[in-house]
């Protein structure tokens, strides 16, 4: 056990990796906030009445959290496709699974919690500007008679607010880190373009799973019955009188549970063994 995981040495290694790349990461945060700064003044500048709504913080927070996370992602082992680099990464003295712990906890855990303190360094205040905006703005009513005015903060974890769903974002982030784990993994499977393969491949992946779905599952129900989901069925004979086939709750909760929370796990448990390929 010592051999696949020592907290000292998987220490040594995460500071041997902020060493090396301290610089770029410091850049890539500057880069960050000047293009969540950029943005936000645009939208204050198009729209005075009612600027920085809840949908416009929500769209803003999740589209740059895909788009940054997944190229961040793409780089925690792009050092392999290199082959100096990838010489000098394979000889560090630690497991595996320490290689792949950094990795992780650079990649997934701190570039999260960095973008989203970034996000609302650069947010509470233009949210708080663009309060200010609104009142100096001529006083119009929009949407059901409420006059222009700056919105709230929007909170990830506390919904959304206005006309947002409250699990919206949660599902948001499932999808995100399943969508990152599997760039995390384009990064260490392909040696080349990468990024452009991983798209390709997570297409051709969702694709398949719709002619699965829609060609072969569908196709061979009896006469007669549709999918609602993956794990409700119905049929209508006549107008208000169906029936109906759903798995018990408590198992249709488990298997729901396996496929929202499973995916980064499964994703990164073949990231593992692809990094001991790499090696051998």
Sequence with gaps: ????????RWWMLVSLHWAENRRRYVLGILAMGGLLLFWFSVVLAMDAYNPLSFSYQFATFYIGLFFTGCLFG???FSALNRKREALQYLMVPASHLEKLLCGLLYGVVLFFIVYTMLFY????????????????????????GTPGQGPGVYTIFGGGGGHLPNDAGLYLLMVYF????FFILGSIYFTRYSILKTIIAGLLLSLLGSLFIGKIIEANLPA???MENLFDWYRYDKPGDGEWVRLPPATKEFLTGIIKYSLPFIFWIVTYFRLKEKEV
């Design 178 to 181: 399943a969508v990152q784990a």
């Design 1 to 8: 056990m010592h051999f696949m995981f020592s907290f000292s």
């Design 224 to 226: 007669g019955w549709q």
């Design 121 to 144: 360094l650069v947010d509470i205040p233009m949210v708080g500007l663009a309060g200010r905006i609104a009142k100096k703005a001529p006083q119009i009513y929009v949407q059901g």
């Design 74 to 76: 793409s780089q925690v």
